[in-house]
């Protein structure tokens, strides 16, 4: 409506006031509801021309959309494992920091393996005491089977120089002989039960203990699991979870927790595809939602989305008919306010309606520009004020239409 008005202006008009001072037509007698197209034809073509390619021009180069939304991400209150719950710490809408507890499932598990890796730590070392002292006992030993050695090498020596002098039998000497070398091999044995006993102190027993020592900490991993806590600060949503419910990390979960700062940095829009080659990260955009009205929200284009989210392709065990993603996608921008606290009031979840702006600054800076590209350039970026001031209609205009003309 507003660019008809403003083509009229400049068509309509001034042929009317041709048609009425230059050839002296009067509305009413020459110029009548049945001779207007006649009489005006060329300034009501004109007009019709002007705010088509007006209108073309404005959506163009000042894109609007109203799929505009404050999204946010919620966190899924799971813990890591099925069980059920022993003990709630938190309510339904209960505000919570990171780290506080939300709920414990029922441990008794965990807690028996936590147990027997302490009873096994304690064997251990138990083992390890009476180890030791199975080492002073093979000292004895070696000790023992040392002076034994010796006697029946001074026994055998001995009889060996009274073989000599045929004082004693040759198999009595024979018999010393091989008692020597038994006692030898208790010796290499005591000192080899020493030396296995020693390993098993140095070696064995810890590399146990420390086997046991890494199963309890398991088990305290799996026992600390039971209890699942708030990875952020935020608000626990849909939380009915009771003591006795069965939790599965499938298909029932405990709730959904909303952080706090979700949805309250940026807006993201859906432009047509059309405005792909128009809309560029920096430009200047407004926006008015629905959660803050009669409110007008500067903003600026952080990001443009390189892709079109409805043409991409999954691989099923199926053939994807192209005739399938016909419908088109939407160019995803996402905006920023243009001032800190720009969205404060905005709740997250809103719906919005948006406009972004060209702006040929930095073209029309370039002293080398024509002078018809000059001309077009300023059009362009002056014809955004038709935009802006349709939003601020919008943004008078929406609480209007949600509270009396949709029923509310």
Same mark, same amino acid.
């Given at each position: ?8 202006? #400049? ?51 000042? =894109?609007?959309?109203?799929? !505009? ?24 809408? *209960? ?9 414990? #499932?029922? &441990? /008794?598990?965990?807690?028996? /393996? ?33 002076? /034994?050695? *010796?006697? @029946? ?19 009595? !000497?024979?018999? #010393? ?37 890494? @199963?309890?900490?398991? @088990? ?24 006795? +419910? ?6 029932? =979960? ?51 989305? +390189? ?13 994807? +008919?192209? *005739? ?15 001032? =800190?606290?720009? #969205?404060? &009031? ?34 362009? +970026?002056?014809?955004?004020? !038709? ?6 209609? *919008? ?11 949709? &029923?509310?």
């Amino acid at each position: 409506m507003f660019e008809l008005i403003l083509c009229s202006m #400049l068509t309509i008009f001034p042929d009317y006031l041709f048609r009425r001072y230059g050839q002296g037509k009067r509305i009413g007698i020459d110029i009548t509801l049945y001779t207007m197209w006649y009489e005006l034809r060329w300034g009501i073509s004109a007009c019709l021309l002007l705010t088509v390619s007006l209108i073309t021009m404005i959506f163009y180069f000042h =894109p609007s959309t109203k799929s !505009v939304t404050a999204i946010f991400r919620t966190v899924t209150i799971l813990p890591e494992s099925v069980g059920r719950v022993d003990e709630v710490y938190v309510g339904l809408n *209960q505000k919570v920091a990171a780290g506080d507890p939300l709920f414990r #499932l029922d &441990g /008794a598990q965990q807690e028996a /393996a936590i147990e027997t890796a302490r009873r096994q730590i304690a064997e251990l070392d138990a083992e390890m005491t009476v180890t030791k002292t199975e080492l002073i006992t093979a000292d004895a030993q070696i000790s023992e089977a040392q002076s /034994a050695l *010796q006697t @029946a090498i001074d026994e055998y020596e001995m009889k060996a120089q009274l073989l000599k002098t045929d004082a004693v039998a040759r198999r009595e !000497v024979e018999r #010393l002989e091989t008692t020597v070398e038994g006692r030898k091999s208790a010796v290499a044995a005591t000192i080899a039960t020493k030396a296995t006993l020693e390993t098993k102190i140095a070696t064995l027993l810890p590399a146990q203990k420390a086997s046991a020592e890494a @199963a309890l900490a398991q @088990a305290q991993v799996e026992l600390d699991k039971t209890t699942v806590h708030a990875g952020i600060a935020g608000t626990v949503q849909q939380f009915t979870l009771r003591v006795g +419910d069965v939790v599965n990390t499938m298909i029932r =979960p405990a709730g959904i927790l909303v952080p706090e700062q979700a949805g309250r940095g940026n807006l993201i829009a859906g432009f047509g595809q059309i405005e792909a080659q128009v809309m560029k990260p920096g430009m200047i955009a407004e926006a008015t939602c629905i959660g803050k009205p009669f409110t007008i929200i500067p903003l600026v284009v952080t990001e443009v989305q +390189d892709v079109i989210a409805a043409g991409q392709l999954r691989p099923t065990d199926q053939l994807i +008919d192209v *005739q399938q993603m016909a419908q088109p996608g939407t160019l995803t921008v996402f905006l920023q306010p243009l001032f =800190p606290g720009g #969205l404060d &009031g905005v709740p997250p979840g809103s719906s919005c309606i948006a406009n972004a702006y060209t702006n040929n600054h930095d073209a029309l800076a370039d002293p080398n520009i024509g002078t018809l590209k000059w001309v077009y350039l300023h059009v362009v +970026d002056t014809v955004g004020l !038709v935009h802006a001031m349709i939003l601020r209609m *919008q943004a008078m205009l929406l609480p209007v239409q949600t509270l009396v003309f949709n &029923g509310h």
